[in-house]
């Protein structure tokens, strides 16, 4: 009876441990179809409120990601849209609290103004910081354009290192 109960416990055990991997795995298969790419983008629109727009993702999810469009938006409307964006990056480093970037390049960004700020973060006094180790790789943007409320005049620039 003991030898019975003991490979029950083993078997519950490997399908309690397994779940999860496995949760994980029809996720990825899911963000690799039209479907599941499409559901991203809605997903992303509604858990922002609307101050994330994904357009036209495409690539190999997680670590080799293409976006069409993405654009911040505040109360005031769009304020930075990024055009022919590209992620290739390491996620499994992530555990290891660094965030490893090998490519990260855009064919346009436009930074048409600041963000209004929202009343919550009026009042926060606290500066930002990223909790983990951030390497790039290769960075590059093809066309970035600043307009004058943010650099003071127009200015049209291209990163690339």
Known sequence: ????????????????????????????????TQHGRAWIEQTVSTLTAGEVVLTGLYGQFPDSMRLGRLELRDTDGPWLVIDDLA????????????????????????????????????????SASLPIAVIVRRLRVARLDLAPPVAGIAASLAIDG
């Not at 441990?17 to 899911?30: D, E, Q, R």
């Not at 290739?88 to 600041?114: H, Q």
């Open 87 to 126: 992620l290739d990056w390491t996620p499994l480093r992530l555990l290891t609290w660094t965030a490893e970037i090998d490519r990260l390049e855009a064919g346009y960004i436009a930074l048409d103004r600041l963000p209004t700020p929202s009343p919550q973060a009026e009042k926060s006094t606290a």
């Open 1 to 32: 009876m003991r030898r019975v109960t003991t490979r029950w416990l083993v078997w519950i055990f490997v399908l309690l441990a397994g779940l999860p991997l496995l949760a994980v795995m029809l996720a990825l298969f899911a963000a690799n």
